[in-house]
């Protein structure tokens, strides 16, 4: 069962990437269609500036893809560099006062 309850974790967690990869092919596709297979019988010169234009387009969406990976909660992550808020603690001086640290709380 455990199994299971992972393969339907994964699945719903890999739904926005699925739909940000559909979006991104549709509006790649379109744009691809409006800028350069509609004007087939412009020169290679005429056609560089859409050229461009796709390059743009692609990148965006490849950000758009990017941003839409699974990513791992942060408290499920154990890393040698977790950094936080301590207590305050007092400084051997002739003044008593505490001030706050940080310090490894993991």
């Not at 800028?35 to 019988?41: A, C, G, V, Y």
């Amino acid at each position: 069962m455990n199994l299971l309850t992972d393969i339907v974790a994964a699945a719903l967690a890999s739904i926005p990437l699925l739909l940000t990869l559909g979006l991104v092919t549709l509006m790649l596709a379109l744009a691809h269609f409006l800028l350069i297979r509609r004007n087939r019988d412009l020169g290679n010169e005429r056609l560089f500036s859409r050229q461009l234009i796709m390059l743009a387009l692609t990148l965006i969406g490849l950000v758009a893809v990017i941003l839409a990976l699974p990513v791992a909660r942060a408290h499920a992550i154990r890393s040698s560099r977790c950094w936080g808020y301590s207590s305050p603690v007092s400084l051997p001086s002739r003044l008593p006062i505490s001030l706050p640290t940080w310090r490894l709380v993991c």
